[in-house]
């Protein structure tokens, strides 16, 4: 895997007691945790998604790299601040899971919101193919929860603007 100009910030990836990764892992990690956990997705770290995953959590199922993109580009349009409080890779398998605990702050409110998540990130070689962040460890059951994580995933790129190269990434104050 290149990690060249991935510009990955999140190089410090806490491991659980007997949880050994390997360099590769700690760079889908550290992307993951970039994109997803700090509100800082750039086209290089996408590159590492196969155009087809999918990210699921409470509020979206994602399904393909428009819709996956928008979700994370629309973080930095939703929150002023995003703290990770604390992360622990607990399981180097695949897939790779985590334990995380961020707090968002809401942008123009101030209002913060504390989410305990379990993540699991499912690869294939050196590719993302799924992450599910499953909020106190739980993604939703109801049937009525899923048409409303559909249309989340649906309207969200129509709102939020993904950069189409990396001097408009760069401009948006990505890297």
Known sequence: MSTENLNI???DIKTATGVSLTDSQKTIVGSVLDVLFAGRPSLA???LWADDATFEDP?????GRKKYSAQWYGLQAAFS???????EVTSAG???EM???TEY???GLGTKKLIESKIQIFTQGDTITKVEDKWNGKLPESSIQDIF???NAFTVPTLVSVPKNDEQDKAKGNI
Not at 59 to 63: E, G, Q
Not at 81 to 87: C, N, T
């Open 9 to 11: 910030e999140s190089t």
């Open 81 to 87: 601040k995003i703290e990770q409080l604390h992360h």
């Open 94 to 96: 695949n897939p790779i």
């Open 99 to 101: 334990d995380l605990k």
């Open 149 to 151: 994580r559909k249309l």
């Open 59 to 63: 509020i979206t199922v994602s399904a």
């Open 105 to 107: 702050t809401v942008k």
């Open 45 to 47: 770290k996408l590159r």
